[in-house]
Protein backbone atom coordinates (compact mmCIF):
# COMPACT_ATOMS: atom_id res chain seq x y z
CA UNK A 1 0.00 0.00 0.00
CA UNK A 2 3.12 2.42 0.69
CA UNK A 3 4.38 1.54 -2.61
CA UNK A 4 1.36 2.37 -4.36
CA UNK A 5 1.21 5.29 -2.41
CA UNK A 6 4.42 6.70 -3.52
CA UNK A 7 3.65 5.68 -7.29
CA UNK A 8 0.83 7.17 -7.56
CA UNK A 9 3.35 10.45 -6.98
CA UNK A 10 4.76 9.99 -10.16
CA UNK A 11 1.54 10.66 -12.16
CA UNK A 12 2.11 14.35 -10.33
CA UNK A 13 2.98 16.14 -13.15
CA UNK A 14 4.37 20.16 -12.37
CA UNK A 15 1.78 21.18 -14.92
CA UNK A 16 -0.78 20.00 -13.27
CA UNK A 17 -0.22 22.34 -9.94
CA UNK A 18 0.14 24.94 -12.77
CA UNK A 19 -3.15 24.42 -14.42
CA UNK A 20 -5.59 24.49 -11.03
CA UNK A 21 -3.03 27.14 -9.97
CA UNK A 22 -4.36 29.26 -12.77
CA UNK A 23 -8.01 28.32 -12.47
CA UNK A 24 -7.59 29.20 -9.01
CA UNK A 25 -5.85 32.68 -9.85
CA UNK A 26 -8.87 33.23 -12.52
CA UNK A 27 -11.60 32.23 -10.16
CA UNK A 28 -10.83 34.50 -7.54
CA UNK A 29 -10.11 37.01 -10.10
CA UNK A 30 -13.28 36.63 -11.50
CA UNK A 31 -14.81 37.85 -8.76
CA UNK A 32 -13.36 41.17 -8.43
CA UNK A 33 -13.68 41.98 -12.40
CA UNK A 34 -17.04 43.64 -12.22
CA UNK A 35 -16.63 45.34 -9.41
CA UNK A 36 -13.39 46.30 -10.44
CA UNK A 37 -14.59 47.27 -13.87
CA UNK A 38 -12.52 44.75 -16.12
CA UNK A 39 -15.35 43.69 -18.40
CA UNK A 40 -16.09 45.14 -21.41
CA UNK A 41 -18.13 44.58 -24.77
CA UNK A 42 -17.67 44.40 -28.31
CA UNK A 43 -19.99 44.58 -30.96
CA UNK A 44 -19.68 42.09 -34.11
CA UNK A 45 -21.74 43.64 -37.27
CA UNK A 46 -24.60 41.97 -39.18
CA UNK A 47 -24.98 42.88 -42.88
CA UNK A 48 -27.68 41.87 -44.84
CA UNK A 49 -27.02 41.17 -49.03
CA UNK A 50 -25.01 44.07 -50.16
CA UNK A 51 -25.60 46.38 -47.51
CA UNK A 52 -23.14 49.08 -46.19
CA UNK A 53 -24.27 49.49 -42.53
CA UNK A 54 -25.42 46.63 -40.14
CA UNK A 55 -28.50 45.23 -39.41
CA UNK A 56 -27.49 44.11 -36.37
CA UNK A 57 -24.63 43.89 -33.68
CA UNK A 58 -24.08 40.62 -31.20
CA UNK A 59 -22.38 41.60 -28.05
CA UNK A 60 -19.36 39.68 -26.95
CA UNK A 61 -17.86 39.84 -23.87
CA UNK A 62 -14.50 40.76 -22.89
CA UNK A 63 -12.53 40.80 -19.97
CA UNK A 64 -9.63 42.80 -18.99
CA UNK A 65 -6.97 41.26 -16.46
CA UNK A 66 -3.62 42.31 -15.80
CA UNK A 67 -2.91 44.31 -19.16
CA UNK A 68 -4.28 41.19 -21.14
CA UNK A 69 -7.73 41.31 -22.68
CA UNK A 70 -9.08 37.90 -22.01
CA UNK A 71 -11.63 35.67 -24.65
CA UNK A 72 -14.80 34.52 -23.21
CA UNK A 73 -13.72 30.59 -23.60
CA UNK A 74 -11.04 31.14 -20.71
CA UNK A 75 -13.90 33.18 -18.29
CA UNK A 76 -17.28 31.99 -18.70
CA UNK A 77 -17.03 27.77 -18.00
CA UNK A 78 -15.52 29.01 -14.68
CA UNK A 79 -17.99 31.93 -13.68
CA UNK A 80 -21.04 29.79 -14.54
CA UNK A 81 -19.56 26.87 -11.99
CA UNK A 82 -19.45 29.75 -9.79
CA UNK A 83 -22.33 31.64 -10.85
CA UNK A 84 -20.61 34.66 -11.18
CA UNK A 85 -22.67 34.71 -14.74
CA UNK A 86 -25.65 35.69 -13.14
CA UNK A 87 -24.24 39.08 -12.40
CA UNK A 88 -22.24 39.33 -15.34
CA UNK A 89 -24.94 38.35 -17.67
CA UNK A 90 -26.99 40.90 -15.86
CA UNK A 91 -24.36 43.30 -16.44
CA UNK A 92 -23.68 42.61 -20.64
CA UNK A 93 -27.09 43.04 -21.12
CA UNK A 94 -27.48 46.22 -19.02
CA UNK A 95 -24.28 47.15 -21.10
CA UNK A 96 -25.91 46.35 -24.70
CA UNK A 97 -28.91 47.87 -23.95
CA UNK A 98 -27.57 51.47 -23.03
CA UNK A 99 -24.67 50.84 -26.11
CA UNK A 100 -28.14 49.94 -28.16
CA UNK A 101 -30.40 53.04 -27.29
CA UNK A 102 -27.23 55.32 -28.02
CA UNK A 103 -26.95 53.95 -31.23
CA UNK A 104 -30.95 53.83 -32.19
CA UNK A 105 -30.77 57.82 -30.82
CA UNK A 106 -27.70 58.84 -33.01
CA UNK A 107 -29.78 57.49 -35.97
CA UNK A 108 -29.51 53.60 -36.59
CA UNK A 109 -32.91 53.28 -35.49
CA UNK A 110 -33.68 49.66 -36.25
CA UNK A 111 -30.00 48.00 -35.39
CA UNK A 112 -30.96 44.76 -33.31
CA UNK A 113 -28.46 43.91 -30.70
CA UNK A 114 -28.16 40.31 -30.30
CA UNK A 115 -26.81 39.38 -26.48
CA UNK A 116 -25.94 35.64 -25.00
CA UNK A 117 -27.68 34.17 -22.07
CA UNK A 118 -25.83 31.22 -20.46
CA UNK A 119 -27.97 28.13 -19.14
CA UNK A 120 -27.24 29.26 -15.85
CA UNK A 121 -28.69 32.59 -16.29
CA UNK A 122 -31.59 30.53 -17.74
CA UNK A 123 -32.03 28.40 -14.75
CA UNK A 124 -32.74 31.84 -12.50
CA UNK A 125 -36.10 32.49 -11.74
CA UNK A 126 -35.33 36.51 -12.12
CA UNK A 127 -34.25 35.92 -15.40
CA UNK A 128 -37.49 37.30 -17.22
CA UNK A 129 -37.95 40.39 -14.56
CA UNK A 130 -34.26 41.22 -15.19
CA UNK A 131 -34.83 41.62 -18.81
CA UNK A 132 -38.04 43.58 -18.62
CA UNK A 133 -36.27 45.91 -15.84
CA UNK A 134 -33.31 46.48 -18.22
CA UNK A 135 -35.34 47.06 -20.83
CA UNK A 136 -37.47 49.74 -19.33
CA UNK A 137 -34.60 51.06 -17.05
CA UNK A 138 -32.34 51.46 -20.42
CA UNK A 139 -35.30 52.42 -23.28
CA UNK A 140 -34.15 50.23 -25.29
CA UNK A 141 -37.22 48.50 -27.20
CA UNK A 142 -37.62 44.39 -26.73
CA UNK A 143 -38.23 44.16 -30.43
CA UNK A 144 -34.60 45.46 -31.09
CA UNK A 145 -33.23 43.04 -28.61
CA UNK A 146 -32.44 39.40 -29.71
CA UNK A 147 -31.78 36.73 -26.92
CA UNK A 148 -28.82 33.65 -28.09
CA UNK A 149 -29.39 30.93 -26.61
CA UNK A 150 -28.19 27.33 -27.29
CA UNK A 151 -29.93 24.04 -28.35
CA UNK A 152 -28.42 22.37 -25.32
CA UNK A 153 -29.77 25.21 -22.64
CA UNK A 154 -33.11 24.12 -24.22
CA UNK A 155 -32.43 20.62 -23.55
CA UNK A 156 -31.01 21.24 -20.29
CA UNK A 157 -33.79 23.49 -18.61
CA UNK A 158 -36.80 21.58 -20.59
CA UNK A 159 -39.60 22.72 -18.16
CA UNK A 160 -38.89 26.09 -17.83
CA UNK A 161 -37.90 26.44 -21.58
CA UNK A 162 -41.27 26.93 -22.58
CA UNK A 163 -42.41 29.84 -19.97
CA UNK A 164 -39.31 31.44 -20.07
CA UNK A 165 -39.03 31.84 -24.27
CA UNK A 166 -43.18 32.32 -24.31
CA UNK A 167 -42.71 35.23 -21.65
CA UNK A 168 -39.97 37.02 -23.69
CA UNK A 169 -42.12 36.58 -26.82
CA UNK A 170 -44.74 38.11 -24.96
CA UNK A 171 -42.63 40.64 -24.37
CA UNK A 172 -41.81 41.16 -27.62
CA UNK A 173 -37.74 39.98 -27.41
CA UNK A 174 -36.61 38.05 -30.26
CA UNK A 175 -34.65 34.69 -29.55
CA UNK A 176 -32.03 33.34 -31.77
CA UNK A 177 -30.72 29.60 -31.78
CA UNK A 178 -26.84 29.96 -31.29
CA UNK A 179 -24.65 27.26 -32.97
CA UNK A 180 -27.97 26.20 -34.64
CA UNK A 181 -27.08 22.60 -35.99
CA UNK A 182 -24.14 21.35 -33.94
CA UNK A 183 -26.59 20.31 -30.68
CA UNK A 184 -29.35 17.24 -30.46
CA UNK A 185 -32.10 18.51 -30.30
CA UNK A 186 -32.36 21.35 -33.50
CA UNK A 187 -35.44 19.93 -35.29
CA UNK A 188 -36.97 20.04 -31.92
CA UNK A 189 -36.34 22.73 -30.86
CA UNK A 190 -37.83 24.18 -33.75
CA UNK A 191 -40.81 22.81 -33.24
CA UNK A 192 -41.26 23.39 -29.84
CA UNK A 193 -40.45 27.38 -29.03
CA UNK A 194 -40.76 30.61 -30.65
CA UNK A 195 -37.93 30.88 -32.29
CA UNK A 196 -37.17 34.13 -34.30
CA UNK A 197 -33.60 33.53 -35.67
CA UNK A 198 -31.23 30.65 -36.69
CA UNK A 199 -27.40 31.33 -36.45
CA UNK A 200 -26.00 28.64 -38.54
CA UNK A 201 -22.91 27.53 -36.62
CA UNK A 202 -19.58 28.43 -38.04
CA UNK A 203 -18.25 24.50 -38.11
CA UNK A 204 -21.15 24.40 -41.15
CA UNK A 205 -19.73 28.07 -42.96
CA UNK A 206 -15.98 26.65 -43.07
CA UNK A 207 -16.97 23.96 -44.66
CA UNK A 208 -18.39 25.61 -47.69
CA UNK A 209 -16.56 24.72 -50.63
CA UNK A 210 -14.90 21.89 -48.97
CA UNK A 211 -18.10 19.41 -47.89
CA UNK A 212 -20.85 19.00 -50.32
CA UNK A 213 -22.76 17.00 -47.67
CA UNK A 214 -22.33 19.73 -45.21
CA UNK A 215 -23.36 22.32 -48.32
CA UNK A 216 -26.20 20.27 -48.75
CA UNK A 217 -27.25 20.19 -44.84
CA UNK A 218 -26.98 24.38 -45.66
CA UNK A 219 -29.50 24.40 -47.76
CA UNK A 220 -31.70 22.10 -46.51
CA UNK A 221 -31.50 24.68 -43.29
CA UNK A 222 -32.43 27.46 -45.01
CA UNK A 223 -35.55 26.18 -47.18
CA UNK A 224 -36.57 25.27 -43.80
CA UNK A 225 -35.89 28.46 -41.97
CA UNK A 226 -37.98 29.96 -44.95
CA UNK A 227 -41.18 27.71 -44.70
CA UNK A 228 -40.86 28.47 -41.29
CA UNK A 229 -40.69 32.10 -41.38
CA UNK A 230 -37.29 32.13 -39.22
CA UNK A 231 -34.59 34.24 -40.19
CA UNK A 232 -30.71 33.14 -40.69
CA UNK A 233 -27.48 34.42 -40.10
CA UNK A 234 -24.75 33.12 -40.66
CA UNK A 235 -21.76 33.22 -38.02
CA UNK A 236 -18.06 33.20 -38.85
CA UNK A 237 -18.18 34.03 -42.55
CA UNK A 238 -14.31 34.72 -43.13
CA UNK A 239 -14.16 33.91 -47.14
CA UNK A 240 -15.72 35.33 -50.38
CA UNK A 241 -16.30 32.25 -51.74
CA UNK A 242 -18.50 31.56 -48.19
CA UNK A 243 -20.35 34.58 -48.46
CA UNK A 244 -21.52 34.25 -52.14
CA UNK A 245 -22.65 30.30 -51.58
CA UNK A 246 -24.67 31.68 -48.62
CA UNK A 247 -26.41 34.74 -50.61
CA UNK A 248 -27.11 32.46 -53.05
CA UNK A 249 -28.64 29.92 -51.80
CA UNK A 250 -30.51 32.94 -49.49
CA UNK A 251 -29.32 32.96 -46.13
CA UNK A 252 -29.27 36.98 -46.32
CA UNK A 253 -27.34 38.03 -43.35
CA UNK A 254 -23.84 37.59 -42.85
CA UNK A 255 -21.82 37.75 -39.73
CA UNK A 256 -17.78 37.19 -39.61
CA UNK A 257 -14.14 38.63 -40.03
CA UNK A 258 -15.06 39.12 -43.37
CA UNK A 259 -17.53 41.47 -43.18
CA UNK A 260 -16.80 42.83 -39.49
CA UNK A 261 -15.00 41.83 -36.52
CA UNK A 262 -15.97 42.64 -33.11
CA UNK A 263 -15.21 45.89 -32.43
CA UNK A 264 -15.65 48.96 -29.46
CA UNK A 265 -18.49 51.30 -29.99
CA UNK A 266 -15.90 53.88 -31.05
CA UNK A 267 -14.54 51.84 -33.75
CA UNK A 268 -18.51 50.96 -34.45
CA UNK A 269 -18.54 54.70 -34.89
CA UNK A 270 -16.08 55.37 -36.66
CA UNK A 271 -17.04 52.79 -39.24
CA UNK A 272 -20.34 53.31 -39.54
CA UNK A 273 -22.04 56.29 -37.73
CA UNK A 274 -19.97 58.63 -38.96
CA UNK A 275 -22.41 61.50 -40.27
CA UNK A 276 -25.59 60.01 -39.19
CA UNK A 277 -26.30 62.92 -36.86
CA UNK A 278 -27.39 66.12 -37.99
P1 LIG B 1 -20.62 32.58 -30.05
O1 LIG B 1 -21.83 33.15 -29.42
O2 LIG B 1 -20.80 31.46 -31.01
O3 LIG B 1 -19.88 33.82 -30.70
C1 LIG B 1 -19.21 33.79 -31.92
C2 LIG B 1 -17.71 33.69 -31.72
O4 LIG B 1 -17.07 33.61 -32.99
C3 LIG B 1 -17.10 34.90 -31.03
O5 LIG B 1 -16.02 34.45 -30.23
C4 LIG B 1 -16.58 35.72 -32.21
O6 LIG B 1 -15.54 36.61 -31.86
C5 LIG B 1 -16.08 34.63 -33.11
N1 LIG B 1 -16.05 35.02 -34.52
C6 LIG B 1 -16.69 36.03 -35.14
N2 LIG B 1 -16.44 36.05 -36.45
C7 LIG B 1 -15.62 35.01 -36.70
C8 LIG B 1 -14.99 34.51 -37.89
O7 LIG B 1 -15.14 35.02 -39.00
N3 LIG B 1 -14.21 33.40 -37.74
C9 LIG B 1 -14.00 32.81 -36.53
N4 LIG B 1 -13.22 31.75 -36.48
N5 LIG B 1 -14.59 33.25 -35.39
C10 LIG B 1 -15.38 34.34 -35.48
P2 LIG B 1 -15.79 35.04 -28.77
O8 LIG B 1 -16.09 36.50 -28.75
O9 LIG B 1 -14.44 34.58 -28.30
O10 LIG B 1 -16.90 34.32 -27.91
C11 LIG B 1 -16.86 32.93 -27.71
C12 LIG B 1 -18.13 32.45 -27.06
O11 LIG B 1 -18.27 32.95 -25.75
C13 LIG B 1 -19.40 32.89 -27.79
O12 LIG B 1 -19.61 32.07 -28.90
C14 LIG B 1 -20.42 32.75 -26.70
O13 LIG B 1 -20.86 31.41 -26.61
C15 LIG B 1 -19.63 33.08 -25.46
N6 LIG B 1 -19.93 34.49 -25.05
C16 LIG B 1 -19.45 35.65 -25.54
N7 LIG B 1 -19.97 36.71 -24.90
C17 LIG B 1 -20.83 36.21 -23.99
C18 LIG B 1 -21.70 36.80 -22.99
O14 LIG B 1 -21.82 38.02 -22.84
N8 LIG B 1 -22.42 35.92 -22.21
C19 LIG B 1 -22.34 34.57 -22.36
N9 LIG B 1 -23.10 33.79 -21.57
N10 LIG B 1 -21.56 33.99 -23.29
C20 LIG B 1 -20.80 34.79 -24.09
CA1 LIG C 1 -23.72 33.94 -29.99
CA1 LIG D 1 -22.47 30.98 -32.34
CA1 LIG E 1 -20.18 29.00 -29.95
Known amino acids: AKELGSNSMLFYRPEMHTRSGERFAIGSALKNALGANEFFLVYQPQFRAGAQRPVGVEALLRWRHNGEVITPDRFIPLSEEKGLIVEVGEWVLRTACTQGRLWHEQGFSDLRVAVNLSARQFRERTLVPMIYEVLEETGFPPAALEIEITESLTLSNANSAPNILGALKEMGVGIAIDDFGTGYSSLACLGRYPIDTLKID ?24 GTLGIALVAEGVETEAQRDFLLGRGCDVIQGYLVGKPMLPQEFDAHFASGLLP
Not at 203 to 225: L, N, T
Open 202 to 225: LSFVQAIGRDPRVEAIICAIVAMA
